[in-house]
């Protein structure tokens, strides 16, 4: 048993430092030597840096100590054990490549013809590190904590809280660093934001099928025998008939939503359908509960 529990925290911590690395390798070789900064802890990291020569790696540790014990209560005893991994994690892997570019085994990127690639390139190296993080259940600390507390309790897209949250701290480092590459960072926080909600929801992708029909209970048997999805049947009632109707609601994968349109089609030519994006789904047949639960 204990061993079988060690493999599976390694299947975790693993694939944690693995983004973590990549989001240090981005901050140092992208970031930094084209004068752009990020969001959250890590932007005001940079900045210090920018105006102090402050190493990335010492204040990144220091920032996050009052938000780790902050978040100790918030995110539960687990999930802060992976976020205080995920910060060590980012600190080690900063102070690596710290010592690697001074050593000179990496050049950096740095360009000043095609800073909007550089943007490009650093989102994506950011938000797949970040993406790779959140989605087995750790954080690298700062607003992080913060991000997942949202998701958790209101159902916000993290990527989308990263994205309002770091335009504020964004806006701050016009203080420091010109207005041309504060827009190119903005395009590096945008790209980000998509590359973590890719990773996060990922093959739980999903859509949500609203189906009125009078056949509703030959559809719902053919779904439950085809896709082995559960099916709900609401009761409801025509508007203009003011006939009771019921109506059909299931979730599938996004590769099944052909199948499911087949489905009702051949039952019901006539039948009103609606479909929309699901950003997430924990229950049977999808993902169970966040890695990060203390459940």
């Known amino acids: 048993m204990r061993i079988q529990n060690g493999i599976k925290l390694a299947k975790q911590l693993f694939p944690i430092m693995l983004g973590t690395a990549i989001y240090a390798f981005g901050i140092h070789y992208f970031i930094v030597p ?3 900064t990020e969001g959250g802890v890590t932007g005001i990291s940079i900045l210090l840096n920018y105006a102090f020569g402050i190493p990335l790696s010492v204040s990144t540790l220091l920032l996050n100590i009052p938000l780790f014990i902050i978040g100790w209560k ?16 980012l600190t080690l892997f ?9 050593m000179g085994f990496i050049v950096p990127f740095a360009t000043e013809d095609d800073l909007f690639l550089a943007s490009l390139y650093a989102g994506v190296t ?5 993406g790779i993080v959140f989605r087995f259940g750790g954080t690298t600390g700062g607003v992080d904590i913060l991000a997942r507390i949202v998701n958790r309790t209101k159902g916000w897209s993290i990527g989308q809280f990263f994205l309002y949250f770091d335009a504020i701290v964004i806006s701050v480092s016009l203080l420091f660093i010109s207005m041309e590459r504060v ?6 926080v945008f790209v980000a934001a998509k590359i973590i909600d890719v990773i996060q929801q990922g093959e739980y992708a999903a859509r949500a099928f609203t189906v009125i029909s009078e056949r509703t209970q030959d ?6 025998l085809e896709l082995d999805r559960g099916v709900t049947l609401i009761p409801a009632k025509g508007a203009f008939t003011g006939q009771p109707k019921e109506m059909l609601y299931c979730v599938v994968y996004r590769h099944e939503t052909r199948r499911l349109e087949r489905i009702v089609r051949q039952a019901d030519p ?3 359908i609606i479909v929309s994006e699901v950003q997430d789904v924990l ?3 999808f993902k169970s509960e966040d890695p990060g639960s203390d459940k």
């Open 270 to 272: 006539r039948a009103f």
């Open 34 to 36: 084209n004068e752009l």
């Open 74 to 89: 918030l995110l539960g005893r687990k999930g802060m054990l992976l976020t205080g991994f995920g910060t060590l994690s």
């Open 183 to 188: 827009l190119y960072t903005l395009v590096v």
């Open 126 to 130: 950011l938000g797949a590190g970040l």
């Open 283 to 285: 229950g049977e047949g």
């Open 219 to 224: 559809i719902s048997k053919q779904i439950m």
């Open 94 to 102: 900063l102070y690596i490549m710290e010592r690697v570019l001074h």
